[in-house]
């Protein structure tokens, strides 16, 4: 952990600490009671958390008791709930660092008190369900998901050397809004059967609480098969020529990378990716011969591998998250310039997935030993597709690229790290 992420980490726990001292102990022993109940209810959700399919985030809707504490037992309640409710002791168990799980504790137990703070600060009131409670209830949780948003971003921002702005705008896109819409109703019926039912109306909500948890695991199941489809998929490719190897991960790190400075986000750069490792798949309908030929290719031969964005193309539309990706891979070997194919179109009527896959493919073709050529220097790559642009490459993606090489001189050594963490460079680069 570098200093800058040691420092913040500690200014946080201390700056907790402090709130948590400041806030006190709570004095009633019917509130003790209540924040146990939710404290154990939290740490039970939180230790069924479910990791995401891409990185290292996790899911869970331990948020939920946690915010019924905010809400009901206000800023001090919300604090100490928040406190328990942010441990995860399967984590602690498995030998992840102590400092990571008090900050989490600390992140959660900070949220939770200013959305116990802002309920009542706003005249919110569940004892009396108004208007003025319903928008108290949407402004507190509001207000907590973007504090924990922000100290989580920090965070991720300083361990990985990025931004604040392009963590935090990753994590408010990718899955940030739909989860506040989803936790925001089920606090206010928790909190409703507290007040009505008492501590039966909690325990009862359980269930749903875990069928929540069911339905994001069989979603999350299902984006993990398609990861592992393309990420097979894409190994079938590269075992059919030893030459070009990685070449599919590598291409897909170039996209990524081209389309991040042409103000590509979110599910579009993690489509993209997909496409990257798949451009080839065509050239498992090409004869082995004709792929690792040394000399030239007779027309026949050309004819045959000059099918395989056709090819490729109709496998990638027959799957369903990729269908209308697949237009990137028919039309990857398009010329700027209309001398390209299968289409012989050109210039904005090539799909900009397209334009990008084209200069990240050829990059890597002449920056890695084939059959029929050396490797080129980095910057004899970047002087050809300078020298075709407007002909066989765009112009405002050749440059991209070369934004892309000007803020990594070890471009290549870059996308081979990249290529081989696999979709937890996707995850980082994405903010998942």
């Known amino acids: 952990m570098g200093l800058k992420l040691r420092l913040y980490v500690g200014a946080v726990i201390i700056g907790w600490l402090l709130m948590l001292v400041r806030l006190g102990w709570p004095a009633s022993r019917a509130e003790i009671v209540a924040m146990m109940l ?105 207000i907590s998901y973007l504090i924990n948003a922000l100290l ?93 190897r990685g070449h599919a991960e590598r291409v897909a790190v170039y996209a990524v990378e081209i389309a991040r400075r042409l103000k590509w986000r979110g599910d579009r750069l993690e489509q993209l990716y997909f496409v990257g490792l798949l451009h080839d798949i065509g050239k498992m309908g090409v004869r082995d011969a004709i792929l690792t030929k040394n000399g030239p290719l007779t027309p026949e031969e050309r004819e045959e591998i000059n099918n395989h964005p056709q090819i490729g193309a109709e496998i990638v539309a027959k799957i369903s998250f990729l269908k209308e990706e697949a237009a990137y891979i028919r039309h990857h070997h398009e010329h700027y310039n209309g001398r390209g194919y299968p289409g012989k179109i050109e210039r904005e009527v090539i799909p900009l997935g397209a334009r990008i896959i084209a200069v990240a493919d050829a990059f890597d073709a002449m920056t890695t030993i084939r059959s029929y050529q050396p490797a080129r220097t980095v910057a004899e790559a970047l002087f050809e597709l300078r020298h075709c642009s407007h002909s066989q490459f765009d112009p405002l993606v050749v440059e991209a690229m070369a934004g892309f090489i000007r803020e990594n001189p070890d471009v290549v050594v870059f996308a081979q790290e990249a290529a081989a963490t696999g979709y937890s460079y996707l995850a980082r680069t994405t903010g998942q």
């Open 152 to 244: 989580t971003g920090m965070a991720i921002a300083l361990a990985n050397r990025l931004s604040l702005w392009q963590v935090l705008r990753s994590l408010l896109a990718w899955g940030g809004l739909s989860a506040y819409l989803t936790t925001t109703p089920l606090v206010l019926l928790m909190a409703l059967s507290y007040l009505h039912i008492g501590y039966l109306g909690v325990i009862l909500f359980l269930l749903p609480l875990f069928l929540t948890r069911i339905v994001f695991k069989l979603y999350r199941d299902t984006r993990q098969n398609y990861v592992e489809t393309v990420q097979a998929l894409a190994q079938a490719i590269d075992a059919k020529d030893a030459y070009t």
């Open 38 to 142: 939710f404290a154990l209810l939290g740490m039970l959700l939180e230790n069924y958390s479910i990791e995401l399919p891409l990185g290292k985030a996790t899911f869970s809707v331990s948020a939920v008791p946690v915010g019924v504490a905010a809400l009901l037992l206000g800023a001090r309640g919300g604090a100490w709930v928040g406190l328990f409710g942010g441990l995860n002791l399967k984590e602690l168990r498995g030998g992840k660092p102590l400092y990571r799980n008090i900050f989490n504790a600390a992140q959660v137990s900070i949220t939770a008190a200013a959305a116990g703070y802002l309920f009542a600060a706003l005249g919110g009131d569940l004892g009396r369900l108004s208007l003025l409670t319903i928008v108290a209830l949407i402004g507190a949780l509001l």
